[in-house]
């Protein structure tokens, strides 16, 4: 079986991992490329874009692609998206692996908002020191508010001068735990934490840390994607992968 894993997550990783050690599989990694040197999976791998919607329909053609696995991150809905229309045009069968979102619990002093526009408003007009766990994108949008005093945590050293007048750095690789994230926290004085709801375990800790330290959290919902069969752990990859008529259709 020729299968397509649309990757760049931890889930994707452990896709990937489960996979190698199938010989009926012949599976190809594909990352975004969204960081400069990411860890070589088990299995063959490449790097960037398709080419949109047609792109993407020409590659599962010439790879002759059987099956595709949508392991990417929730906030990278516009590739979801065109996985859901390429497969469909091309009569691939999809399948996302789709981590469940955070939820709200004792302690979390959450204040939820639709995208990064509204996360920034609701910093407040007054000063205060932030930790913006979104990632090097979509700095700008911040930066049309530079009276805050931005934290970041960047897998790679910023390629060339970032767009916040004010910002610390820290680059590093996680998952990070519990622990290291509530000391980063405290050392940089933090106010409040900018975060995706990403869910899973892999970004979990920064959610922990400020539940710990009784810091507000603006969470940012997912944004939409399009109706498709989705699966919540690895092992129900495997078992679609494996024909396995009784995994459930979710979401569609």
Not at 130 to 146: K, S, Y
Request: charged residues 25%.
């Amino acid at each position: 079986m020729r299968l397509l894993i649309l990757g760049g997550t931890a889930d994707a990783s452990r896709l990937a991992a489960a996979i190698a050690a199938e010989a009926r599989l012949d599976a190809v990694l594909s990352f975004a490329g969204r960081t400069d040197n990411p860890r070589p999976p088990p299995i063959p791998w490449r790097v960037g874009g398709f080419g949109g919607v047609q792109g993407l329909i020409d590659y599962l053609r010439a790879e002759r692609i059987d099956r595709v696995v949508d392991a990417t991150h929730p906030f990278a809905a516009q590739m979801s998206r065109y996985a859901v229309e390429a497969c469909d045009v091309a009569g691939v069968p999809l399948l996302a692996l789709e981590r469940a979102p955070w939820q709200a619990c004792e302690g979390d002093r959450w204040v939820e908002v639709d995208d990064l526009p509204a996360a920034a408003l609701a910093l407040g007009a007054e000063p205060r020191r932030v930790f913006l766990g979104i990632g090097r994108q979509n700095l700008d949008v911040f930066a049309a508010h530079p009276q805050h005093a931005y934290l970041l945590r960047l897998v790679d050293p910023p390629r060339a001068a970032l767009p916040l007048p004010k910002a610390d750095v820290i680059v590093a690789r996680g998952p990070f735990d519990r622990a290291i994230d509530r000391a980063m926290l405290e050392a940089h004085r933090t106010e409040i934490v900018v975060a995706k709801n990403a869910g899973g375990d892999a970004a979990v800790a920064k959610i922990e840390a400020a539940r710990d330290l009784g810091l507000p959290v603006v969470m940012v919902r997912r944004p939409a994607v399009p109706a498709r069969r989705t699966a919540a752990t690895v092992a129900e990859v495997m078992a679609w992968l494996g024909h396995d008529d009784a995994l459930s259709e979710r979401g569609v």
